[in-house]
T-cell receptor, first 113, second 115 residues
Framework: GNSVTQMEGPVTLSEEAFLTINCTYT??????LFWYVQYPGEGLQLLLKATKADDKGSNKGFEATYRKETTSFHLEKGSVQVSDSAVYFCALMGISNTGKLIFGQGTTLQVKP | GAGVSQSPSNKVTEKGKDVELRCDPI?????LYWYRQSLGQGLEFLIY????????KSGLPSDRFSAERTGGSVSTLTIQRTQQEDSAVYLCASSYNRGVRETQYFGPGTRLLVL
């Protein structure tokens, strides 16, 4: 079945450091891929998405590129801020397109001043 | 406008009791999803509604779990004879329609603790 694997956390960085959170997936066909973020005390929010191979999703300085050849969707940001501290979830939506999301385990990011 | 709301925000119950969790989706959203977030299992899909119908119930962990949606709006997730392993945060999400082009908006969740 479909599944998502992302790097374990916590990831601790200093402000202005470069961020990469790895995400790989297993799925039939060409799923759509998402990154969701959960800030402390808040609900899950969509951060970015990509619906086909080689698409790049971007938002708030974060980027992720849909790589079919490596079945990956790694999240990157060039310069993190303290306010980026949150839990990040990689997710996929399968080709059945019902909207059901399959999530990774989540990666906690802590950014220190 | 108002987002997805869930009630109660916290629920503590004794093993063996029944609980009902409520979700109010964003007005006009036809698709509604329930997910569960727990330490051991991460974030997992439970059930999906399109209107009042549930085309995908594949994530419900046992027959103690059921859900309904009425009037194409409010949904209730019921857990009968709760067990300690049911302790988790139950999340509801809604979207205007189903599919990849529609953003799912999540509620704040109901934190359930079964003693």
């Amino acid at each position: 079945g479909n599944s998502v694997t992302q790097m374990e956390g916590p990831v601790t960085l200093s402000e202005e450091a470069f961020l990469t959170i790895n995400c790989t997936y297993t799925a039939t066909g060409y799923p759509s891929l998402f990154w969701y973020v959960q800030y402390p005390g808040e609900g899950l929010q969509l951060l970015l998405k990509a619906t086909k191979a080689d698409d790049k999703g971007s938002n708030k300085g974060f980027e992720a590129t849909y790589r079919k050849e490596t079945t990956s969707f790694h999240l990157e940001k060039g310069s993190v801020q303290v306010s980026d501290s949150a839990v990040y979830f990689c997710a996929l939506m399968g080709i059945s397109n019902t909207g059901k999301l399959i999530f990774g385990q989540g990666t906690t990011l802590q950014v220190k001043p | 406008g108002a987002g997805v709301s869930q009630s109660p925000s916290n629920k503590v119950t004794e093993k063996g009791k029944d609980v009902e969790l409520r979700c109010d989706p964003i007005s006009g959203h036809t698709a509604l999803y329930w997910y569960r977030q727990s330490l051991g299992q991460g974030l997992e899909f439970l059930i999906y509604f399109q209107g009042n119908s549930a085309p995908d119930k594949s994530g419900l962990p046992s027959d103690r779990f059921s859900a309904e949606r009425t009037g194409g709006s409010v949904s209730t997730l019921t857990i009968q004879r709760t067990q300690q392993e049911d302790s988790a945060v139950y999340l509801c999400a809604s979207s205007y329609n189903r599919g990849v082009r529609e953003t799912q908006y999540f509620g704040p969740g109901t934190r359930l603790l079964v003693l």
